[in-house]
């Protein structure tokens, strides 16, 4: 069983439809990242999170260390928000510091 | 901030044949890592890439299968060794600096 579960695993929009991703963790985490991979494979971070809210630009992530959960919102959702977005949890694993990531969840934002 | 590039971008390998890929950072990181995505999987880390010692392995791969170097702060090297189908992923190269991820565009392979 994966430490790291996201939901949904697939997710169709339309343009302008507000996007909420979820993950919860079972591990003790020192951060919570959340990432975009493109169809090309690249990814990029989106976030980085040990507590509380970040905002950049249309992008939310929020997270809840007690009920170890994370959520990233996407509000006016458009086309080129069309990737897989990756939760990545950071935390010490035999004494070093170990990522654990989730599966992704493939978001389509159609016009 | 780092900037990773990172190549070949994707590559159609004959079996048996090896491949090294690069990774170069815009800047020097303290760490970096080699993954390996397999066709609707998540990221798998194969190793550590330690500046100037031998990598660090996690449990399932192994330096004869996927030498790697680093020979500074900026660059590193992963060889895919003696490839089979099997070995067809995406592979991404990754820094990290105070805590903050940064990606390669990855390195498409696909073994025939």
């Known amino acids: 069983k994966n430490e790291v579960e996201q939901s949904p695993q697939n997710l169709t929009a339309q343009e302008g439809e507000f996007i909420t991703i979820n993950c919860s963790y079972s591990v003790g985490i020192s951060a919570l990242h959340w990432l975009q991979q493109h169809p090309g494979g690249g990814i990029v971070s989106l976030f980085m999170?040990?507590?509380g809210k970040k905002k950049h630009g249309r992008l939310i992530a929020t997270i809840n260390i007690q009920e170890k959960h994370s959520s990233l919102h996407i509000t006016a959702s458009h086309p080129r928000d069309s990737a897989v977005y990756i939760c990545a949890v950071g935390g010490l694993q035999g004494g070093s510091e170990k990522l654990v990531f989730g599966k992704g969840t493939k978001l389509t934002v159609n016009p | 901030s780092a900037v990773i590039s990172q190549k070949p971008s994707r590559d159609i390998c004959q079996r048996g044949t090896s491949l090294t890929i690069q990774c170069q950072v815009d800047?020097?990181?303290?760490?970096m890592f080699w993954y390996r995505q397999q066709p609707g999987q998540s990221l798998t880390l194969i190793a550590t890439a330690n500046q100037g010692s031998e990598a660090t392995y996690e449990s399932g791969f192994v330096i004869d299968k996927f030498p790697i170097s680093r020979p500074n702060l900026t660059f590193s090297t992963l060889t895919v060794s003696n490839m089979s189908p099997e070995d067809s992923s995406i592979y991404l190269c990754s820094a990290r600096n105070t805590g903050e991820l940064f990606f390669g565009e990855g390195s498409r392979l696909t073994v025939l």
């Open positions: 999170l040990s507590s």
């Open positions: 800047s020097q990181v303290t760490m």
